[in-house]
């Protein structure tokens, strides 16, 4: 059974950017194209159960998706880099334009300095807007119209957002990048990378052991809504049987458990251990150990206990998490998994950088972890809205480069 990955993008551009994903073995292509970037998210909703993981064709498309919450599946954006800045100089030189005299957007001060730096041409008068969270396609517009009336002003601008680029087009100069089929690949290896290990994830067994006051009034059709089964178990509980999709679905990214309210209208105690293995047996002994934690929390509590030694308490209804300064990390590090004292570890690596972001291979070498580790800890980060996707650095091997995460905490 082959992957299925939902290109997003200009019209011009989801075509190609589709072809090269089918390149891939196994992989099939949806396209979806739009007018303008802000039309993204409601793309992404609208067909999030088609696919099996998102391409963007560019950053500001997936951040929009991002922001807005939508994102239940692995995505990652096609990134514009120095080459492909160097294809365009190439081509406005042919036209006869100054490529000393340039706006350019979206790509890193860093990238351009380098390219022009690589063609030894100097980039004295050339302005760069560095991609940063909520850049829009209006703030491009006017950054470049900036750029051409200061003094010594720009002759020609590169975007790479192609709403600006019907935009200016009509008022000076303009070239749209468009990205290189390596871009693409690196692209799309990191999404398909991230949605097989999802597929795996959400085929775990899901075992819930539930407690309750009473007969079983309300159960069974909570079960159905987690596309799962119940069955009595011994000791008067009763045996909640799904997968790990449909759970992580039900309980928003394993963050709350509306089903712990419903159920509480008909019953004085609703106790629910939820366990994730590998096998049925690993599921149940984590499910007990679950509901264990939950019996001492209260009469109406869930407890999630996964492999690794990994305990989520579960509201009934969870408030969103504060993206800046949360106040109080315990009732973080029940919302996210994980352990107090990494994310004070985490949060004291973020002031001695100043904020910088970090990559995988930076937590795991400041927190004396395995990368994966460390992959794990910023996913579970990001699906909490404390961390966010700000670019990639080059891995200084052959590898695909480091994706770079600013977190919030």
């Known amino acids: 059974m082959g992957t299925v990955i939902g290109v997003v993008g200009p019209h011009d551009l989801v075509d190609d950017v589709a072809a090269i994903c089918e390149e891939q073995p196994g992989v099939t292509a949806r396209r979806f194209d739009y007018d303008h970037e802000s039309e993204a998210p409601g793309i992404v909703e609208a067909h999030s159960r088609h696919v099996d993981g998102w391409l963007f064709t560019g950053v500001i498309p997936y951040a929009l998706s991002r922001d807005n919450r939508i994102l239940n599946r692995p995505a990652a954006f096609v990134e514009y880099t120095g080459a492909t800045l160097l294809q365009a100089m190439i081509r406005l030189l042919r036209a006869g334009h100054d490529i000393t005299r340039l706006s350019i957007d979206t790509l890193s001060t860093a990238d351009v300095e380098s390219t022009y730096s690589g063609a030894d041409t100097p980039s004295d008068l050339v302005r760069v807007l560095p991609y940063r969270s909520g850049l829009t396609s209006d703030d491009v517009v006017a950054f470049h119209r900036r750029s051409r009336r200061r003094p ?76 799962g089964s119940l069955a009595r178990a011994k000791g008067g509980l009763h045996l909640l049987v799904t997968t790990r999709g449909p759970l992580a679905d039900a309980t928003s990214d394993f963050t709350s458990l509306p089903m712990l309210r419903r159920l509480a209208d008909y019953h004085s105690v609703v106790r629910v251990g939820l366990g994730l293995g590998r096998s049925a047996a690993d599921a149940e002994s984590l499910a007990r150990r679950a509901l264990g934690r939950a019996r001492r929390l209260g009469d109406v509590a869930a407890v999630l206990c996964q492999r690794g030694d990994i305990d989520i308490v579960l509201e009934a209804d969870a408030p969103p998490v504060p993206r800046d300064n949360p106040s109080n990390l315990t009732v973080l590090a029940q919302r996210v998994g994980l352990a107090v004292p990494t994310l004070e570890r985490l949060q004291q690596v973020c002031i001695d950088d100043g904020g910088a972001p970090l990559t995988t291979r930076d937590v795991a070498e400041r927190l004396g972890v395995q990368q994966r580790t460390a992959r794990r800890m910023l996913h579970r980060l990001e699906r909490a809205g404390l961390a966010e996707r700000t670019g990639s650095r080059p891995s200084g091997a052959s590898g695909r480069p480091l994706t770079l995460y600013r977190l919030a905490i």
Do not use: F, K, N
Request: net charge negative; hydrophobic share 45%.
């Open 152 to 227: 010594q002003g720009t002759v020609a601008a590169i975007t790479c957002v192609s709403s600006a680029y019907e935009v200016l087009r009509h008022e000076m100069p303009t070239l749209r990048l468009v990205p290189s089929s390596y871009s693409v690949r690196v692209a799309l290896r990191q999404v398909l990378l991230s949605a097989t290990s999802q597929l795996q994830e959400d085929a775990q067994i899901a075992l819930g052991l539930v407690e309750v006051s009473g007969d079983d009034e309300g159960l069974l059709r909570e079960a159905a809504a987690l596309g």
